[in-house]
T-cell receptor, first 117, second 113 residues
Framework: NAGVTQTPKFQVLKTGQSMTLQCAQD?????MSWYRQDPGMGLRLIHYSVGAGITDQGEVPNGYNVSRSTTEDFPLRLLSAAPSQTSVYFC????????????????FGEGSWLTVV | TQLLEQSPQFLSIQEGENLTVYCNSS?????LQWYRQEPGEGPVLLVTVVTGGEVKKLKRLTFQFGDARKDSSLHITAAQPGDTGLYLCAGNAGGTSYGKLTFGQGTILTVHP
């Protein structure tokens, strides 16, 4: 998991609370993304960014906001947490948003475990 | 939306056995990747295949991309306890899916000593 740092590692929220998951990379990657991982469902793309100031929605964007003010950082905001957002969240980055091949590897952070009660 | 169906979902075998994990879709992918994930960590890339019919080997692991670029397989020869983990396939369809990686549900492999 070279160079992708996620914080916090663990978080418990009450329904309706807001919070921000932080993601930073030090590899000067243009592409950054957020995934959530739920049992039996693999990883699902929430939002992604192809460069500073540019973001787009993935497969499951509802309930989440993102911004990309710098190349290094890509925070994920939960405005009003719901129990359905209990999950493990992964941030990932790569040099470019595709094609992903041996010259353009995606690196994942170690994950953030979020529980909403 | 491109879907990747991965099978089996669970695999429990003895050390020394061979196994194959499958990743299938009705969509064409411009590239397909296989990841391995350990508990408490993020996925780590094992291989990327980009050409239909391509076969890549990584020690005891053999990866194949289908001729039509709709399916892939991961074959492990003489599995070892250290191979235990979650294996994920992921694909990008290119075009309007630029920037989007679709994952299969994953295969949890347990290799018993």
């Amino acid at each position: 998991n070279a160079g992708v740092t996620q914080t916090p590692k663990f978080q418990v929220l009450k329904t309706g609370q807001s919070m921000t998951l932080q993601c930073a990379q030090d590899m000067n990657h243009e592409y950054m993304s957020w995934y959530r991982q739920d049992p039996g469902m693999g990883l699902r793309l929430i939002h992604y960014s192809v460069g500073a100031g540019i973001t787009d929605q993935g497969e499951v964007p509802n309930g989440y906001n993102v911004s990309r003010s710098t190349t290094e950082d890509f925070p994920l905001r939960l405005l009003s947490a719901a129990p359905s957002q209990t999950s493990v969240y992964f941030c990932a980055s790569s040099y470019s948003p595709g094609p992903w091949d041996s010259g353009n590897t995606i690196y994942f952070g170690e994950g953030s475990w979020l529980t909403v009660v | 939306t491109q879907l990747l169906e991965q099978s089996p979902q669970f695999l429990s075998i003895q050390e020394g056995e061979n196994l194959t994990v499958y990743c299938n879709s009705s969509s064409v992918f411009s590239s397909l990747q296989w990841y391995r994930q350990e508990p408490g960590e993020g996925p780590v890339l094992l291989v990327t295949v980009v050409t239909g019919g391509e076969v890549k080997k990584l020690k005891r692991l053999t990866f194949q991309f289908g001729d039509a670029r709709k399916d892939s397989s991961l074959h492990i020869t003489a599995a070892q306890p250290g191979d235990t983990g979650l294996y994920l396939c992921a694909g990008n369809a290119g075009g309007t899916s630029y920037g989007k990686l679709t994952f299969g549900q994953g295969t949890i492999l347990t290799v018993h000593p």
